[in-house]
């Protein structure tokens, strides 16, 4: 294997690494739900708001202007000055004496988090070809469901053989000490490599706003992580209190979800939008789409079940089909503008994706349960699951429509480069 690429590949691993510990430091509050409740006597709402918006407001405004310093500086600094930051916050989650504190906490997670993904995504960009970009992407993205397992896993195990206290604290310490590590590993471009033109701050925003295929796939996106987030936070808490898990078997049986079915819809994404996407551009809009609406009625199954053991077998496929749109997704946008602008672009895109995804999911469906409550009691949550599936409907239409845009606004790269 050529050096070149072994150091792409290299880079590739230790991005995903770095992005394991953003989701993990993200999904281990969904999975220390029922502890903290008990401890700080907080109502689903108010786990809701800590779980999404207390998160998200910051993580989503604070991306833009974050990308724009990579854009111009370096892009591998700001990435290891933001995993600093957000293990460091979320190791202070764990001294947290109510839900004011935790909340302010949780928002200096998100700070930190907001100079992460965007980054990365302009640095994939840069190593690797087109040809090869949505797998890389793909790869990138196994961080979401790797994170949210080893969140479930390790924050369960934790929460009930020592606390919720010292899971917090010993997830935000391991962040701080790989720092080191990802910025020996993980370099810029040398600037014969790559383009180093610093386009105007407007410029980006520019280009994007004459876009249709931006907002129709930002907005898809959004409504799509509505659900996925909303789910990620609370199906853990769905399983001990529909199906009297403990915290160790909840976690073990959600992280399995998503590890085998997460990776294995990210792989598939990454693969097929490579394969099929050069032909037609609109193809990287029409999988995603294809995907959301076969998973709907396989999750609707998978909640209806009256067993455990038969709602794992409706959950595993929608759980790679969910996540099939970050590959061809986050390619395309990576596509909409020059080289020089890809941080900032893919930034923007995350505002709207995280504002609406992750500040609304975790807040909706908890707000959902406690208005059920009084009808189904613990099942509260399950019908609160049940209803927000219908966003994936409205993703899939969203993302339908953005398909001959799509092919429209595409730059190839040979112009892209010029």
Known sequence: MPARVRGRNVVLAMLLLVYTFNFLDRQILGMLVQPIKADLHLSDTQLGALGGLAFAVLYALLG??????????????????SLTVWSAFTALCGVATGFGSLFAFRIGVGVGEAGGVAPSYALIADYFPPNRRSRALAIYSMGVPVGLAAGAMLGGYLAQTVSWRIAFLSVGLAGIVIMPLFKWVVRDLRRSETVVAKPPMGAVFAILARKPSFW????????????????AFWVPSF??????????????????????????????GGWLADRIGSADRGRYAKLPAYCWLIAVPLFIGGFVSPSPA??????LIPNGLNIVWLGPTTTAVQNLVPPAMRATASASFLVINNLIGLGLGPLALGAMSDAMTHRFGLEALRYSALSALGFYLLAALLMFLAIRPLRRDWIEEAVAAV
Do not use: E, H, K
């Open 64 to 81: 833009v202007p974050l990308a724009m310093v990579a854009d111009r500086t370096s892009r591998s600094w700001v990435i290891a000055a």
């Open 216 to 231: 129709l796939m930002a907005f898809a996106a959004s409504f799509s992580s509505l659900v996925g987030y909303g789910l």
């Open 239 to 268: 399983l001990v209190r529909s199906y009297g898990f403990s915290l160790i078997g909840a976690s073990r049986y959600f992280g399995s979800l998503l590890l085998i079915g997460g990776c294995g819809g990210l792989v598939l």
């Open 310 to 315: 038969m709602a794992w077998l409706f959950f």
